[in-house]
């Protein structure tokens, strides 16, 4: 299984709204990223998962709150979204290659979930 | 801004000729990739080259990577209407971040 799957595709809400993006993949890969990209526009990187814990955080606001509950699964969860935030949220796997060492493989994206904030 | 450079933006040719797009960096690397994206839709990984190799050949692609000038460039070879997506450059850092930068984009356009 290559594939990395992304829930909901689509998902509208009101910036009172909590609602959560879903990603998941069974490729055994132990680092899991999202990504959050504007039309015309390339990825944005927001979050990094590595070993089911967060190593990277792009100074993306706290309305933003990811989760990895395992190696599995990543979570982003939203709450009092801005209508700036629209945009098309991608989740992505890869092998994280020997700890510590550089980044050297490949990522693996899902189809996204476009978000639009009313 | 960390961010990759492609240029051209946009890219309109016909069928069957080549398309060739380049990508620009500005951090140490220790590989570069090239992914596709059609419109709307998750990015495919296409090839990756590491800082070590000069050029790599996967079907009609064919990537070169020249360290000094940070730089790469992909070459798609007889192109078809399917090619028709956005194209981006992602560099993989030295250190241990694992941490990917896209740069800006290059859209093809194949026309039948």
């Known amino acids: 299984d290559t594939e990395v799957t992304q829930t909901p595709k689509h998902l509208v809400m009101g910036m009172t709204n909590k609602k959560s993006l879903k990603c998941e993949q069974h490729?055994?890969?132990?680092?899991m990223y999202w990504y959050k990209q504007k039309a015309k526009k390339p990825p944005e990187l927001m979050f990094v998962?590595?070993?089911?814990?967060?190593?990277i955080n792009e100074s993306v606001p706290s309305r933003f709150s990811p989760e990895c509950p395992n190696s599995s699964l990543l979570n982003l969860h939203l709450h009092a979204l801005q209508p700036e935030d629209s945009a098309l949220y991608l989740c992505?796997?890869?092998?994280?290659?020997?700890?510590?060492?550089?980044?050297?493989?490949?990522?693996?994206f899902g189809p996204g979930t476009r978000l639009t904030v009313l | 801004s960390q961010q990759g450079e492609e240029d051209p933006q946009a890219l309109s040719i016909q069928e069957g000729e080549n398309a060739t797009m380049n990508c620009s960096y500005k951090?140490?690397?220790?590989?570069l990739q090239w992914y596709r994206q059609n419109s709307g839709r998750g990015l495919v990984h296409l090839i990756l080259?590491?800082?070590?190799?000069r050029e790599k050949h996967s079907g009609r692609l064919r990537v070169t990577l020249d360290t000094s000038k940070k730089s790469s460039s992909l070459l798609i070879t007889a192109s078809r209407a399917a090619d028709t997506a956005s194209y981006f450059c992602?560099?993989?850092?030295?250190?241990?971040?694992?941490?990917?930068?896209f740069g800006t984009g290059t859209r093809l356009k194949v026309l039948a």
């Open positions: 951090t140490s690397i220790n590989n």
């Open positions: 992505a796997s890869s092998h994280p290659g020997l700890a510590g060492g550089p980044v050297r493989n490949e990522q693996f």
């Open positions: 080259i590491r800082s070590n190799e």
């Open positions: 998962y590595s070993y089911e814990k967060l190593s």
């Open positions: 992602a560099t993989g850092s030295t250190t241990g971040t694992y941490k990917y930068i």
């Open positions: 490729m055994g890969h132990r680092a």
